[in-house]
Every structure is written in structure tokens, then in C-alpha cells.
T-cell receptor, first 111, second 114 residues
Framework: DAKTTQPPSMDCAEGRAANLPCNHS???????VYWYRQIHSQGPQYIIH???NNETNEMASLIITEDRKSSTLILPHATLRDTAVYYC????????????FGKGTHLIIQP | SQTIHQWPATLVQPVGSPLSLECTVE??????LYWYRQAAGRGLQLLFY??????ISSEVPQNLSASRPQDRQFILSSKKLLLSDSGFYLC?????????????FGQGTRLTVV
């Protein structure tokens, strides 16, 4: 899997949009961008994934640049419960191998 | 809907004792199954994955082994625990058919080897 680069930590005020960046400059054409988060002492939770187009679901939006070398996860109205470590992962479409987690971004939502 | 069960939630074991952690998935068939470990202050590391009964792939050499005796059951074992085996163990599943799809994680087992 291609490597990703994320800031180690970010703060965001409650109610504001949280924008989490991820660089994946060596991503291949058949690799997707996945986002997971891990709340303290829990298992990781899947958030969203995409290939080329921007994606939105009930949890978040994913914006992928046209050259696919970076992406941004957007939590539109952050709440205190969104405080977690957020992982950006790129992985191939085919194959059953697991996820390669980096260090992620520790997002802290401030009241 | 699909659910994943992992137990026990916490475990304290002496050095040299055996280990057996069990994970089961409900509501799906032929899932890909995974064991991860998160040591204190470190990231999640993939230990084993399985695409079918009796099929185990190991990602890192270690003191642990995995088995898949049934389609939706995945077991992590050790014959003799080491202090370095302490950590947070997570089981996960994803839909099979040799495609990478989103993975769903259990709530984890926190193992302390003393």
C-alpha cells in the first residue's frame, strides 16, 4: 500500500467543520483512499472511502484532488464525540490483505 | 445486519501461560478475517488474515498463531505468552470475493501479560 502523511494532531471548535488533510503522493491508479477513526480504547470505525470522485455519506465528506495526490476528510459539524485518531489509508481495489495503519491525526474537538 | 463479537474484553495472564482469543462474525458468509494488535503508544499492526477456512496468512513473525476452524470463527493463540505480547488485540472482518472493501472491527481485547 502507498504511504500517507497526516498531521499528528489538530484542534477544532465544537460545531465547526473539521478538515483533516492527507497526502498520498505515490498513490497508484487502482488504489482507493479510505478513512477510519479510533476513539480511545475502541476498535477503529470505517468512515468513508473514494477513488477519484468526491464522496459524501452520513458521517463525512471526502474531497480528493484531481491528481489524487492528496485528500481531505470533512466532518461538517464536529461534536465532542468526534474526538479520535483519524487514519487515512490507501489500498488496492483487489486483494484481501489487511489495512496498513500509520500514526493518524489526533483530532481534538474543543467545547 | 452483520455483527462481530470478540471476547474477552480484558485479560491478565502470567508469562508463560497459553492464550486463546476468539472472534466470531454473524450475518455474513465467507468473510475475510483479520487480527490486529496495538501495543501501548503504538499504531495498529496487522498480525494475521484469512480468506477462508484453514487459510491463514501471517504478516509478522511472532509468538502467536491463528486458526480459522469455521467460516465465521477466527482464533488467536499462543502456547507461552511473553511480556511483549501485551497489547490491545482487535479482530476485523470484510466482505470476501478477493476484493478490498471496508473493514469492520470488534471492540477489542486488552491483554496484559504479567
Amino acid at each position: 500500500d502507498a504511504k500517507t502523511t497526516q498531521p499528528p494532531s489538530m484542534d477544532c471548535a465544537e460545531g465547526r467543520a473539521a478538515n483533516l488533510p492527507c497526502n498520498h503522493s505515490t498513490i497508484s491508479g487502482n488504489e482507493y483512499v479510505y478513512w477510519y477513526r479510533q476513539i480511545h480504547s475502541q476498535g477503529p470505525q470505517y468512515i468513508i472511502h473514494g477513488l477519484k470522485n468526491n464522496e459524501t455519506n452520513e458521517m463525512a465528506s471526502l474531497i480528493i484532488t484531481e491528481d489524487r495526490k492528496s485528500s481531505t476528510l470533512i466532518l461538517p459539524h464536529a461534536t465532542l464525540r468526534d474526538t479520535a485518531v483519524y487514519y487515512c489509508i490507501v489500498r488496492a481495489a483487489r486483494g484481501a490483505d489487511g489495512l496498513t495503519f500509520g500514526k493518524g491525526t489526533h483530532l481534538i474537538i474543543q467545547p | 445486519s452483520q455483527t462481530i463479537h470478540q471476547w474477552p474484553a480484558t485479560l491478565v495472564q502470567p508469562v508463560g501461560s497459553p492464550l486463546s482469543l476468539e472472534c466470531t462474525v454473524e450475518g455474513t458468509s465467507n468473510p475475510n478475517l483479520y487480527w490486529y494488535r496495538q501495543a501501548a503508544g503504538r499504531g495498529l499492526q496487522l498480525l494475521f488474515y484469512s480468506v477462508g477456512i484453514g487459510q491463514i496468512s501471517s504478516e509478522v513473525p511472532q509468538n502467536l498463531s491463528a486458526s480459522r476452524p469455521q467460516d465465521r470463527q477466527f482464533i488467536l493463540s499462543s502456547k507461552k505468552l511473553l511480556l511483549s505480547d501485551s497489547g490491545f488485540y482487535l479482530c476485523a472482518w470484510s466482505r470476501g470475493v478477493k476484493m478490498n472493501t471496508e473493514a469492520f472491527f470488534g471492540q477489542g481485547t486488552r491483554l496484559t501479560v504479567v
